[in-house]
């Protein structure tokens, strides 16, 4: 059974950090794309960043560049977004999600993970 768990939510000032973590199982990743994307009240859920597992090679919505950042450690299956310089407009159900697929949408992801709120005050 394949698990996606989130951690790392919670309520920060704007300007503050927080790291999501994501520890998956169940299966082998190594041909996966694994990445976040985020769903605020009121709007469609989005792609935030993503990595290929393979490679390493790193993708980013135009809106956390240079902001946050993705990565992942093979020995603990755990991908992370380490989220700097955080906007109210970062405020935000987070998802993780895995696709064997060559590009980070939402139809080309498998698996999902439950979701962690993440809320930053003004």
């Known amino acids: 059974q394949v698990q996606l768990v989130e951690s790392g939510g919670g309520l920060v000032q704007a300007g503050g950090s927080l790291r999501l973590s994501c520890a998956a199982s169940g299966r082998t990743f190594s041909s996966y794309l694994m990445g976040w994307f985020r769903q605020a009240p009121g709007k469609e859920r989005e792609f935030v960043a993503g990595?290929?597992?393979?490679?390493?090679?790193?993708y980013y919505a135009d809106s956390v560049k240079g902001r946050f950042t993705i990565s992942r450690d093979n020995a603990k299956n755990t991908v992370y977004l380490q989220m700097n310089s955080l906007k109210p407009e970062d405020t935000a159900v987070y998802y993780c999600?895995?696709?064997?697929?060559?590009?980070?949408?939402?139809?080309?992801?498998?698996?999902w993970g439950q979701g962690t709120q993440v809320t930053v005050s003004s």
């Open positions: 999600a895995a696709g064997g697929t060559t590009i980070m949408t939402l139809s080309g992801m498998d698996y």
């Open positions: 990595i290929r597992w393979s490679t390493g090679s790193t």
